[in-house]
């Protein structure tokens, strides 16, 4: 149990483009989700948390403009990587937490690698 | 401002000996820790988790010891096998106020030596 898909796995986009990554709560119904970024040799970061059926919060130094979240359902949560530059090349992450199991337990979807161009 | 510090970025131990890692904290507020384990080109799996309440929890092979005086943690894998070999994340959650997400280390390589 406790299965999260994260998709793609990977992207390739020019920059100026915008960039959709999916999360799904593949056997539970999740209604927070997490979205964190890592970049090479760091650690994961928590950008924003993800509220199903109202706005997300977003960390301190997290444009919500630029990282658009929505979390329209019970299963699932994207991302969308607005007007994506250089600079926004990283790995990115979701986690769900399954409230049938321990509440302060995450589960990480496998990451999406962005490379913007 | 790193929170939560991993300062062994690589550890190699021989297969069937203990495996120690370690982590140090700052942020007083927390009071939830997790370790977790990542395979090359997957996410974190959790391993093993922590109340501050309490002082060591077991699970197997994992055993997570918590020293809030002194903010430091470590998670023991014994005896070490080679699948054991991977990168260990130590996070932590702060208490209250909806802060519900995870900070984490930068993480430990363990690596299982045959």
């Known amino acids: 149990g406790a299965v999260v898909s994260q998709h793609p796995s990977r992207v390739i986009c020019k920059s100026g483009t915008s960039v959709k990554i999916e999360c799904r709560s593949l056997?539970?119904?999740?209604?927070?989700m997490f979205w964190y970024r890592q970049f090479p040799k760091q650690s994961l970061m928590l950008m924003a948390t993800?509220?199903?059926?109202?706005?997300?919060?977003?960390e301190q130094g997290v444009e919500k403009d630029k990282f658009l979240i929505n979390h329209a359902s019970l299963t699932l949560s994207t991302l969308t990587v607005t007007s994506a530059h250089p600079e926004d090349s990283s790995f990115y992450i979701c986690?769900?937490?399954?409230?049938?199991?321990?509440?302060?337990?995450?589960?990480f979807g496998a990451g999406t690698r962005l490379s913007v161009l | 401002d790193q929170q939560v510090k991993q300062n062994s970025p690589s550890l190699s131990v021989q297969e069937g000996r203990i495996s120690i890692l370690n982590c140090d904290y700052t942020?007083?507020?927390?009071?939830?820790f997790l370790w977790y384990k990542k395979y090359p080109a997957e996410g974190p799996t959790f391993l093993i988790s922590?109340?501050?309440?309490?002082d060591k929890n077991e699970d197997g092979r994992f055993t997570v010891f918590l020293n809030k005086s002194a903010k430091h943690l470590s998670l023991h894998i014994v005896p070490s096998q080679p699948g054991d070999s991977a990168v260990y994340f130590c996070?932590?959650?702060?208490?209250?106020?909806?802060?519900?997400?995870?900070?984490f280390g930068k993480g430990t390589h363990l690596i299982i030596q045959p």
């Open positions: 986690s769900a937490r399954d409230p049938q199991l321990a509440k302060n337990i995450q589960y």
């Open positions: 056997d539970f119904q999740a209604t927070t």
């Open positions: 993800s509220n199903e059926g109202s706005k997300a919060t977003y």
């Open positions: 942020n007083s507020m927390f009071d939830y």
């Open positions: 922590i109340s501050s309440i309490k």
């Open positions: 996070a932590a959650k702060s208490r209250g106020g909806g802060a519900d997400g995870l900070t």
